[in-house]
């Protein structure tokens, strides 16, 4: 089976379910109305609305608001910039907010300004040629929070990172730099919400040794499905020497692969969270003794 192994990773909730509150400003930029910011965002050209970000991770800030007050946080994957406004907002000191994408820096630094926050968010462009989480963090910087919300589609075959497409590159590589980037006692707080990559990324962090508790996904993405799915199917045809391009699946042609919902048991994230779910959330903390993993820890 010559199968593309591309997994589409995105929330179907941001793109069939919420409706974008969009508004054209005097001079023709495209904004976002945030309500837990109560205001407007712009938008650049390129950059992604950030509708995920405001359903899905501010209110979620919003309950851990004081794991945010007086601390550092560096953010992934920014584009517009509202998780580092929120942050900043909610009291931290200091913000590194990075993307790979040059129109997210702009941004990101147009809109820290536009609401006085540029003294407190700092805004990095990640080369595409080194997309990893911390490609653009001195070896000696350490934070108290990290913080990702990133517009993820994982597709190994692609000749290139994009805004768009990780190769795989950016993932696991947040978890592998936790150790040399993050506060003992410190946590990141990543949306994965998409099926795969979302448990792929809790068991590898349970794998290094760290504290991790998640909300899983609501559902399985179809284009994530099709690409499993095929993917096994074609070590079915290789093992009965059938034809690898017998069949496939197809997501617009077998209904089943757009219907599949995930219904699992979940806990408060944080101790003294309420029992609200938070679907594709992961927590990852970091031991406030390094040594007990064996890290030399911050200084």
Known sequence: ???????????????????????????????????????????????????????????????????????????????????????????????????????????????????????????????????????????????????????YALDLDAKQNTPLTDRGDLGLSIVRGLDAHLNPGGVAILLYNSLFYHYVMVKFAKYEGFEVRNHGPAFFAPWEAETLFNDYLGHLLASEKMDPDAFRFDRHENEALDRIRVSSPHAPLFPGNSKKRYPGIIVIERSADAAARGTAGAP
């Open 1 to 151: 089976m010559r199968t593309k192994r591309v997994l589409r990773l995105g929330c179907v909730l941001s793109i069939t379910v919420l409706a974008a509150p969009l508004a054209q400003s005097a001079n023709g930029k495209r904004t976002f109305r945030s309500d837990h910011l109560e205001a407007d965002v712009v938008v650049l050209p390129t950059v992604f609305f950030p509708n995920e970000a405001e359903v899905a991770v501010l209110p979620f800030m919003k309950e851990n608001a004081a794991r945010f007050e007086g601390k550092t946080v560096l953010e992934i994957g920014t584009g517009s910039g509202i998780i580092s406004l929120y942050a900043a907002r909610l009291g931290a000191r200091k913000v590194v907010a990075t993307d790979i994408n040059e129109q997210a820096v702009m941004n990101a630094t147009l809109n820290a300004r536009r609401l006085d926050l540029g003294d407190i968010i700092e805004a990095r462009r990640v080369p595409a040629s080194d997309i990893t989480a911390f490609s653009v963090i001195r070896p000696d910087e350490r934070f108290d929070v990290l913080i990702s919300n990133p517009p």
